[in-house]
């Protein structure tokens, strides 16, 4: 079994570029450290990969980076 630390980090969101942009900004402003991944996959293929671009965050932060998401979702 595998034992998890606050600074392990763990995907919170994937989609087009434009959308994980967003939610990176959102999550910027809420003072949590993010990092985008894949964005360099999107910008030579475009959107031939599907939901390839992802946004990840260390665990401690995973549940307020979820709640921050979810109300950007809602607020759009």
């Known amino acids: 079994m595998t ?11 994937s989609g087009t570029l434009v959308q994980v942009e967003l939610y990176q900004e959102v999550l910027k402003e809420e003072g949590i450290e993010s990092k985008l991944v894949g964005g360099d996959l999107s910008a030579s293929f475009g959107t031939a990969i599907p939901e390839s671009v992802e946004l990840w965050v260390h665990r401690s932060d995973e549940g307020r980076a979820a709640a921050a ?8």
């Open 3 to 13: 034992e998890h630390t606050p600074d392990d980090v763990v995907r919170v969101a």
């Open 69 to 76: 998401i979810a109300d950007a979702e809602e607020h759009k």
